[in-house]
C-alpha cells in the first residue's frame, strides 16, 4: 500500500503564494505517475498537474504559468509551487499516485491523500 501525506496548505491574500508538500510511503516502486488535484466544495475534483518518473509534466490550463510540480525521487517527496493565486484556486489540494496518469480524470488515481486546504481571500 501507498501512503501520502500533505502539507503546506494556508490561507493567503490574492497574488500571494505557497509550496504544498506530499510525502510518499510504503511501496512507492510502484509508483510511476505523481500529481495534484483539487475539490472545491461543491464542484467536481480538478486535476491541476502531473509528473512522470522520467520528469515529464502536464499541467491544466487553468494552473500553466502560475504552479510548478516537482519531485525529490530520493526522498519520495512531491512539491507543488504555487504563485499568484487568486480566489478561484481556493480548494481541497489532493496528492496523488499510481502507476498512470490522470490529469482530466483525477478520480482514476489509484491513491490519494487526506489532503491540504488552500484558502485565498481577495
Known amino acids: 500500500q501507498v501512503r501520502l501525506v500533505e502539507s503546506g496548505g494556508g490561507s493567503v491574500q490574492t497574488g500571494g503564494s505557497l509550496r504544498l508538500s506530499c510525502v510518499a510511503s510504503?511501496?512507492?516502486?510502484?509508483?510511476?505517475?505523481m500529481g495534484w488535484f483539487r475539490q472545491a466544495p461543491g464542484k467536481e475534483a480538478e486535476g491541476i498537474a502531473f509528473i512522470k518518473n522520467d520528469g515529464t509534466t502536464e499541467y491544466a490550463e487553468s494552473v500553466k504559468g502560475r504552479f510548478a510540480i516537482s519531485k525529490d525521487n530520493a526522498e519520495n517527496v512531491l512539491s507543488l509551487e504555487t504563485k499568484s493565486l487568486t480566489p478561484e484556486d481556493t480548494a481541497m489540494y489532493y496528492c496523488?499516485?499510481?502507476?498512470?496518469?490522470?490529469?482530466?480524470?483525477?478520480?482514476?488515481?489509484?491513491?490519494r491523500g487526506q489532503g491540504t486546504q488552500v484558502a485565498v481571500s481577495s
Open positions: 496523488a499516485a499510481g502507476r498512470a496518469c490522470w490529469l482530466k480524470l483525477p478520480n482514476k488515481w489509484t491513491h
Open positions: 510504503g511501496e512507492t516502486s510502484a509508483i510511476r505517475c
